[in-house]
């Protein structure tokens, strides 16, 4: 069973830049989050949906963006990509009864 | 907002020994779980336990269980028999029902031989 898988595991962005970190999971969860972990902290929420079509803003929305045209997919989208966006990403899913997220691996992102 | 505090940055255990990790948390809500993740070096987030706030009885997980004290909204997780694979950043998490999970600033353990 693949899970959650997101791409990509490493990038390193130019100050400006733009990029889309994917996320897909393949056991029809309806809760899907992204959070981000700077540095010897806890994760902070970015974004999450609870469905195909509905997003929502966590604790540190500003500088991105998502979408969910899927049960499957949920991009998070860096525009104009700042140094204080140099973090670990997670992607995560849920159903709705358990509570128990499900991560994928991580994307370390490095903006020089 | 829901916040989660875990008071300690590090923690150190024996081998074979047994260690607490303490974990406070703020709601009004009376339905909600809890959980502790742990986080080794691999970075992969692994679920340790659960909690349902409505169930008294505290969770087990062999070696992992938890001091589940909802008056007091604390959560502490016990690790007993501790093992050098034990040696991760766990965090504690808070999730109201069908809502985001909130984590707090976690703690690392360090696991002596």
């Known amino acids: 069973n693949a899970g959650v898988t997101q791409t990509p595991k490493f990038r390193i962005l130019k100050i400006g830049q733009s990029m889309t970190l994917q996320c897909t999971q393949d056991m029809n969860h309806n809760y899907m989050y992204w959070y981000r972990q700077d540095p010897g902290m806890g994760l902070k929420l970015i974004y999450y949906?609870?469905?195909?079509?509905?997003?929502d803003k966590g604790e540190v929305p500003n500088g991105y963006n998502v979408s969910r045209s899927t049960t499957e997919d949920f991009p998070l989208r860096l525009e104009l990509a700042a140094p204080s966006q140099t973090s670990v990403y997670f992607c995560?899913?849920?159903?709705?009864?358990?509570?128990?997220?499900?991560f994928g691996e991580g994307s370390r992102l490095t903006v020089l | 907002a829901q916040t989660v505090t875990q008071s300690q940055p590090e923690m150190s255990v024996q081998e074979a020994e047994t260690v607490t990790l303490s974990c406070t948390y703020d709601?009004?809500?009376?339905?909600?779980?809890l959980f502790w993740y742990k986080q080794p070096p691999s970075r992969q987030m692994i679920l340790v336990i659960r909690?349902?706030?409505?169930?008294?009885q505290n969770a087990t997980e062999n070696r992992f269980s938890v001091n589940f004290q909802k008056a007091a909204k604390s959560f502490s997780l016990k690790i007993s028999d501790s093992q050098l694979g034990d040696a991760a950043m766990y965090f504690c998490?808070?999730?109201?029902?069908?809502?985001?999970?909130?984590f707090g600033a976690g703690t690392i353990l360090r696991v002596k031989s």
């Open positions: 709601t009004s809500e009376s339905d909600y779980y």
């Open positions: 995560a899913s849920r159903t709705q009864n358990t509570g128990e997220l499900f």
């Open positions: 909690q349902e706030a409505y169930k008294q």
């Open positions: 998490a808070y999730m109201e029902y069908g809502n985001k999970l909130v």
């Open positions: 949906s609870v469905g195909a079509g509905i997003t």
